[in-house]
């Protein structure tokens, strides 16, 4: 995989849980977008930050 900021390459028998990590971080990404457009309260945003990290591994 590539994109502007580089390259990963990813061994065969993972592609599948990390092309579906990627999309459950895409859509975090556009629910944060989403949320920022629609002046969500900071509770709202807050909450869809601790997810994405909680989701990319880091503690909330």
């Known amino acids: ?4 900021d ?3 390459v990813i061994p ?3 592609i599948e849980k990390v092309l579906v ?3 459950d971080i895409e859509q975090l ?6 949320a920022l457009a629609d002046r969500a309260s ?3 945003i807050e909450a869809l930050i601790r997810r ?3 989701r990319k591994g880091t503690p909330a």
Request: charged letters at 50%.
């Open 1 to 4: 995989m590539a994109d502007a």
């Open 21 to 23: 990590e990627i999309a």
């Open 52 to 54: 994405k990290k909680v």
């Open 6 to 8: 580089g390259v990963v």
């Open 12 to 14: 065969q028998e993972r």
């Open 42 to 44: 900071l509770e709202s």
């Open 29 to 34: 990404e556009k629910d944060q977008e989403k």
